[in-house]
């Protein structure tokens, strides 16, 4: 198995969520749920069932969305960046790339750079390890569907990972 996913062993269902996604959650809820629908996403988080790219924190801080995403992106960044496989590796990122080419001029720093394809290679690289099955991204961006259906990953709308994280709230084992 590959080291850097060596503690994803015992996961279960694992979501990788793309900017868009996060900062739609204000329009799919209402302001009283965002509260118990956060709590869920950041155990997700703790429990090793959802993960975002640090582009994904960048693009929801410091560009768009100081309201509940925001936060939320933060909260959930504070919880994984100390994990080895929230940064995609080098393979990945290349197989994404040479899907969709019109990523590739669009990567720089990653301060800057735009999260779609490293949500893509993130998911790809758990794939790798967790046979696909287990393994989804989440984006309603049509060009990040299209690539993800591309290479084999399986992609949910927003509604649809909101109503797994209802129906199935992660237990707090932490």
């Not at 996060?22 to 209402?30: G, N, T, V, Y």
């Not at 995609?88 to 969709?100: F, G, M």
Request: glycine letters at 4%; proline letters at 5%; hydrophobic letters at 45%.
């Amino acid at each position: 198995m590959n080291s850097l996913f060596a503690d994803t062993e015992e996961w279960g269902q694992v979501f990788v969520i793309d900017s868009d996604a996060l900062i739609d959650i204000k329009l799919e809820i209402s302001v009283a749920e965002q509260w118990d629908v956060g709590v869920d996403i950041v155990r997700a988080a703790e429990n090793h069932e959802l993960l975002i790219p640090i582009q994904v924190h960048n693009e929801v801080v410091n560009v768009r969305h100081p309201d509940f995403p925001a936060p939320l992106a933060s909260k959930v960044w504070s919880i994984i960046q100390g994990r080895a496989h929230v940064r995609p590796s080098p393979w990945a990122l290349r197989k994404v790339l040479a899907t969709e080419l019109s990523w590739i001029g669009t990567l720089g720093s990653e301060e800057e750079d735009i999260a779609d394809p490293y949500v893509i290679a993130l998911a790809l690289d758990l794939k790798q390890v967790r046979q696909g099955e287990t393994v989804a991204v989440v984006a309603h961006d049509n060009l990040v569907r299209s690539t993800c259906d591309s290479l084999g990953l399986r992609c949910l709308e927003l509604t649809e990972f909101l109503s797994h994280i209802r129906n199935n709230p992660p237990n707090h084992r932490g």
